[in-house]
């Protein structure tokens, strides 16, 4: 059978370049092209090749892992406000007039805590923390991950989820003592969960860097309502209205790994697992953007 699914770590930190020109928006969207072998940008960092990421149905599912992350103090209830808040902003967004044509629904607690996708078998799409690991390369400058698998012939998005790197990263949730906002994470992340990546407008959500203590990832600017709006015009011709993860919901991991789109292992059959930087990290060195509300360095 040809290649029908694969999966994406969501991140691209050669987004970080700088242009001379910067045109009105800026936002780009993920597509089926592979970033290892077939992606060419474009001047504003988009990719021209590939079909882009969304999700089909008007209604997209999301889960919290019940243990959330006791190393940062985050409990359950407080990760689930902030999720909500992170998703209603996206889909809420103005699309002059209209909505975007999606709506999010919290499953409830998992306990399943791993970025894999079952491809015959229930699924969930999991916000999930790292507190005594981080298993990829990177650990002190990713501030988080999302995975998204997909139907490679059709871009259509199968399955995300969002690891938090609270391992090495001092998640703060307060909205005077600042350290690295984890709400401003999360509405990064779930940019990415819904087939956005990165913008280069400062401003952005989805801009590529993030600034110890910003809280201003939390609010949506123009750009990224631009982009959340084109992948999901508010006149969309939806397949469907279920809020279930494909194949249904489990709260639990599904064995054998083998079967799942684990970014770890090999592909295996027709999954594959092609590892893309995506992940709003921490980097090193100080780069001032104009157009941002506070300095920020690379992440
Ligand atoms: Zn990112």
Redesign the pocket.
């Known amino acids: 059978m040809k290649k029908v699914t694969a999966c994406w770590v969501?991140?691209?930190a050669s987004l970080a370049a700088s242009f001379s020109t910067t045109p009105a928006f800026a936002f780009c969207r993920t597509t089926t092209c592979d970033p290892q072998t077939e992606c060419s940008y474009d001047a504003r960092g988009c990719t021209t090749v590939g079909l882009p990421l969304t999700w089909k149905s008007g209604c997209v599912s999301y889960s919290i892992q019940r243990d959330a992350s006791p190393g940062r103090g985050v409990d359950y209830d407080t990760i689930h406000d902030i999720a909500e808040r992170a998703f209603d902003r996206w889909t809420n967004a103005d699309c002059r007039g209209g909505s975007p044509s999606l709506r999010t629904s919290d499953t409830g607690p998992v306990s399943c805590a791993e970025p894999e996708y079952n491809s015959n078998d229930p699924n969930a799409n999991v916000i999930m923390f790292r507190d005594t690991s981080w298993p990829y390369a990177g650990a002190n400058a990713t501030l988080a991950l999302t995975t998204i698998t997909f139907n490679y012939d059709t871009g259509e998005i199968f399955d995300a989820d969002i690891e938090v790197n609270s391992f090495k990263t001092p998640l703060t949730t307060s909205n005077s003592v600042v350290d690295f906002d984890l709400e401003s994470i999360i509405t990064?992340?779930a940019g990415?969960f819904l087939g956005l990546s990165?913008s280069h407008v400062g401003s952005a959500t989805?801009f590529?860097e993030y600034e110890r203590g910003d809280l201003s990832f939390r609010d949506l600017e123009s750009d990224d309502e631009e982009g959340i709006c084109e992948a999901y015009p508010p006149n969309r011709d939806i397949g469907g209205d279920q809020c279930r993860p494909r194949h249904g919901f489990s709260p639990d991991c599904a064995p054998p790994p083998d079967e799942g789109c684990a970014i770890a292992n090999s592909p295996t059959g027709s999954t594959r697992a092609w590892p893309l930087a995506?992940?709003?990290a921490l980097g090193v060195g100080l780069r001032l953007r104009i157009g941002r509300r506070q300095a920020k360095r690379p992440v």
């Open positions: 969501a991140g691209a990064h992340e990415h990165h989805m590529v995506f992940a709003l």
